[in-house]
């Protein structure tokens, strides 16, 4: 379990996590006191990894001990937190992480799930 935490994110990983983030922040419309949070803290980025580590055995039962150490490893890194600010401050629209799989597969074809479920 140690070794988990001491493994720095690939970037695919971190761009995993950040667009999953991302996504759900922007799907709730709380970029902005996100963002505020986020530019506050960024200086304590190393302690919020280190708290990670020290609250895995409660948080982790309840949100999945491989999220929260990847959550963890995330925050653990200003530059982590620095890139996920500028993902959230970005005016775009945000992609479902799921489509984004589809996007990077297959760039020519874009497939919606919204569409099958309302029929």
């Keep these: 379990m140690e070794a988990t935490w001491t493994e720095k994110l690939t970037p695919e990983e971190e761009d995993r996590l950040i667009a999953k983030l991302t996504y759900e922040v922007k799907r709730r419309k709380l970029e902005v006191p ?22 895995t055995p409660f948080f982790g039962s309840l949100v999945g001990l491989g999220n929260w150490q990847d959550y963890g490893r995330l925050f653990g890194s200003m530059k982590s937190v620095e890139k996920l600010i500028r993902s959230l401050e970005d005016p775009t629209e945000p992609i479902k992480p799921d489509e984004q799989k589809s996007l990077r597969n297959d760039s020519s074809e874009v497939t919606s799930n919204d569409d099958e479920e309302s029929n």
């Design 34 to 55: 996100v963002v505020f949070f986020l530019e506050m803290h960024k200086p304590l980025a190393g302690i919020a990894g280190n708290a990670a580590i020290a609250t």
